[in-house]
C-alpha cells in the first residue's frame, strides 16, 4: 500500500518518538493523508508513558522538550494543510486514566530474562516489548534485571495499561488504518498487538541513512525478515532485464572500499 493511495478513510496515528526525524517523519505523513482526504485522530502522550524510547527514565524535561516539539508540530501542520478540520487530537487520559488502570493491575516478578521475555499480560507479549526496549536503554543483550528492576516495572506497566486502553480507542475510533512507529517498543508494541488481535490494518513507519526517505510498511514491522525477502523478491522481479549487470556493479564499486576487499574475495 502506497501512502499516497489512502484516500477518505479514518486513520489513527499514534506519536511516540519527537526527536528529529521521526516526528517530522509523522507530520508528513499526516500532512499528505489530509491533503487526500482522509480523517485523522492523532493520540498524544502527555507524560502517560512511564518509560518510552526517547525518555526511559520518564525525566520531567525530557517531558516538556517532548510536549513542546509536538505542540509546535501540531501548530505547523494545521497551517500547512486546508483540510485541518479532519485532524482531531487525542489524549489518553480521554480514555482511561494510569491511576485509574493501576488500582487492578499485578506487577510480575522475575528472575531470569528467560522468564522476562515469556510473560504476558492477557494475550500481550508485553515482556517481549520490555526486553526489547531495554536493550535498546542498555545497549546489552543480557541486562541486568535487579538493576534495571525500576525500568521493567515501569515498562510493562506501561504496556498493560496501554494494551488495554487501545481497546477503547479503537471502539471509540472504529479506524480503517492505525499508524505507528517502528513497532517493537514498549509505548507502540501494544497497539500494534490490538490491531492484530481485531484485525485491524496498521502501518509502521521509520527512517534509515537516507533523509528524503522513509519507511512505510503495511500490517509488518521494519524488522520482519519476511516482509523484507518479499519486498527484494518483488523488486526483483519487476526490474530491468539487466539487473545483474547492475548489482555486480554495485558490488564491484563496494571493492574500491578497503575495509570490504576481505569480505567479496
Known amino acids: ?41 492523532w493520540i498524544i502522550c502527555k507524560g ?8 526511559p527514565e520518564h525525566k520531567l524535561m525530557h517531558c516538556q522538550v517532548c510536549h513542546s516539539r509536538v505542540n509546535k508540530g501540531l501548530k505547523a501542520l494545521k497551517a500547512s494543510v486546508n483540510n485541518n478540520k ?9 480514555f482511561m486514566t494510569l491511576e485509574a488502570f493501576k488500582s487492578g493491575y499485578k506487577a510480575a516478578q522475575f528472575n531470569t530474562i528467560k522468564e ?3 510473560h504476558q499480560y492477557k ?17 546489552d543483550h543480557q541486562p541486568d534485571l535487579a538493576k534495571y528492576k525500576k525500568f521493567i516495572e515501569s515498562g510493562l506497566l506501561t504496556g498493560a495499561y496501554l494494551y488495554d486502553l487501545f ?14 512507529f517502528n513497532g517493537r517498543f514498549i509505548e507502540n508494541r501494544p ?30 514491522i521494519p524488522h520482519s525478515f519476511e516482509a523484507i525477502t518479499n519486498e527484494i523478491q518483488t523488486l526483483w522481479n519487476n526490474n530491468a532485464e539487466d539487473r545483474e549487470a547492475i548489482g555486480e556493479k554495485f558490488y564491484s564499486k563496494r571493492k574500491t572500499c578497503g575495509r570490504c576487499l576481505v569480505f567479496f574475495h
Open 48 to 55: 502517560n508513558f512511564q518509560t518510552c524510547f526517547h525518555n
Open 86 to 94: 479532519n485532524l482531531h487530537v487525542l489524549n489518553y487520559d480521554q
Open 1 to 41: 500500500m502506497h501512502l499516497d493511495t489512502i484516500i477518505n478513510q479514518t486513520i489513527l496515528l499514534q506519536t511516540s518518538n519527537h526527536p528529529t526525524p521521526h516526528l517530522e517523519t509523522e507530520l508528513e505523513i499526516m500532512q499528505r493523508l489530509l491533503e487526500n482526504g482522509n480523517t485523522i485522530y
Open 191 to 220: 497497539l500494534l498487538r490490538v490491531c492484530e488481535h481485531r484485525n485491524v490494518d496498521y502501518a509502521t513507519h521509520e527512517r534509515g541513512g537516507k533523509m528524503k526517505n522513509f519507511l512505510f510498511r503495511v500490517n509488518s
Open 167 to 180: 481497546h477503547l480507542v479503537l471502539d471509540k475510533i472504529n479506524p480503517d488504518l492505525v499508524i505507528i
Open 116 to 118: 522476562l521475555k515469556a
Open 123 to 139: 494475550s500481550y507479549d508485553n515482556g517481549m516489548a520490555a526486553m526489547s526496549s531495554l536493550v535498546s536503554f542498555t545497549r
